[in-house]
């Protein structure tokens, strides 16, 4: 079972920039991927930055020049660098680790969330 952690949420006004930090810990996998989704009241959960065996990235095209996506996998350590906020990035940000499996099969694991808040 894994855990994650994610920390560097906060409360900033729009154009400001944050860094949102995830560290995954307990089992180690073979195949992973990590990233970053957020979910907005009233609104579905949506991927925003997802990083695949090691270093490879994709950005959401919402967030695309504004958003970059760092880390490694394989050190089960993502970061999220935030540029120009605006009020649309306010949400709730999650760490996310899926584990792929020999049989198939795919297990999800998800941080607490941390809170992003963009004022005007």
């Known amino acids: 079972q894994v855990q994650l952690v994610e920390s560097g949420g906060g409360l900033l006004q729009a154009g400001g920039s944050l860094n949102l930090s995830c560290v995954a810990s307990?089992?180690?996998?073979?195949?992973?991927?990590m990233g970053w989704y957020r979910q907005a009241p009233g609104k579905q959960r949506e991927l925003v930055a997802l990083m695949r065996s090691g270093r490879r990235t994709n950005v959401a095209d919402s967030v695309q020049g504004r958003f970059t996506l760092s880390g490694d996998t394989y050190k089960n350590k993502v970061y999220l660098r935030m540029n120009s906020l605006q009020h649309e990035d306010k949400a709730v940000y999650y760490c996310?680790?899926?584990?792929?499996?020999?049989?198939?099969?795919?297990?999800?694991?998800w941080g607490q969330g941390t809170q992003v808040t963009v004022s005007s």
């Open positions: 996310n680790e899926k584990v792929m499996l020999v049989t198939g099969f795919s297990n999800d694991y």
């Open positions: 307990g089992s180690i996998f073979r195949m992973n991927t």
